[in-house]
C-alpha cells in the first residue's frame, strides 16, 4: 500500500514515468485527435484511436486503476454546456457481465462527468436487458423497450434532460437504446462518450 502510494506515478497506456500530474505522459496525449463528427445531440472527448485504445482496453478488460482513472480524466474533455443538463446517467452494464468485470467503467466515467459539471450522477437509473428470465418479469412497456435494445429507464427520469456517458462511440446503437428508453418515461438526452470510432 505504502510502496504503491510512494512509487512515482506513470503513463496508464505505455508507462513511461510521468513528471507532472497528468492522465497520460505527453508523448501518448499527443497521439490523441479530437473526435469526428457525430450525430446532433453527442459529443466525445476525443476520437478512438492512439493511445485511447490501449488505455480504453486495459480498464475495461484487464480492470486495471490507473487506466481507469486516466480515462475519468479524459473523458471531462469537450462536455456540452452545463446549462443543458439535469443530471447524467452512465449507459449501464448487464448485471451479468457487471458481475464478471466487478466494475462499470460508464458507470466510473458518469461519475467524472457529473462532478466536471457540478450535476447530479443516477448511476442506476438505466438498466440493460438481455435476459429472458428478467425480461418475463417485466410489464408491456418495458417489454418494448427490449424490442428497441434492451433498456429500461428509471421513472425518475421523467422530464428531465440526461447526459448519457458511455465509453465509446461505435455504432451508436447502445445510446440509441438508452435514448429510447429514457424517451418512453418522458426524459429528454444528449449523449457524450469518451471516445468516437472514425467512419471508415
Ligand atoms: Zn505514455
Known amino acids: 500500500m505504502w510502496l504503491a502510494l510512494l512509487a512515482p506515478p506513470c503513463c496508464a497506456a505505455c508507462g513511461e514515468r510521468l513528471r507532472i500530474d497528468a492522465a497520460l505522459c505527453a508523448a501518448c496525449l499527443e497521439t490523441l485527435d479530437p473526435p469526428p463528427r457525430l450525430p446532433a445531440g453527442t459529443t466525445a472527448a476525443f476520437a478512438f484511436g492512439g493511445a485511447l485504445v490501449s488505455l480504453v482496453h486495459a480498464a475495461k478488460y484487464r480492470g486495471r486503476g490507473d487506466a481507469m482513472r486516466a480515462a475519468e480524466r479524459l473523458v471531462r474533455e469537450r462536455l456540452p454546456p452545463r446549462a443543458e443538463i439535469d443530471c447524467v446517467v452512465p449507459v449501464g452494464l448487464h448485471r451479468t457481465r457487471l458481475a464478471e468485470r466487478g466494475f462499470d467503467q460508464a458507470a466510473r466515467l458518469a461519475t467524472a462527468v457529473g462532478e466536471a459539471l457540478e450535476a447530479p450522477v443516477f448511476v442506476s437509473a438505466l438498466t440493460r436487458l438481455r435476459s429472458t428470465a428478467?425480461?418475463?418479469?417485466?410489464?408491456?412497456?418495458?417489454?418494448?423497450?427490449?424490442?428497441?435494445?434492451?433498456?429500461?429507464?428509471s421513472p425518475r427520469l421523467s422530464g428531465?434532460?440526461?447526459?448519457?456517458?458511455?465509453?465509446v462511440h461505435t455504432t451508436g446503437a447502445t445510446l440509441r437504446a438508452a435514448a429510447s428508453a429514457v424517451a418512453a418515461v418522458g426524459g429528454h438526452t444528449r449523449a457524450h462518450v469518451l471516445a468516437a470510432t472514425v467512419a471508415g
Open 134 to 153: 428478467q425480461l418475463a418479469k417485466l410489464d408491456a412497456h418495458a417489454r418494448r423497450a427490449e424490442g428497441e435494445g434492451a433498456c429500461v429507464a
Open 160 to 167: 428531465q434532460r440526461v447526459l448519457l456517458v458511455d465509453d
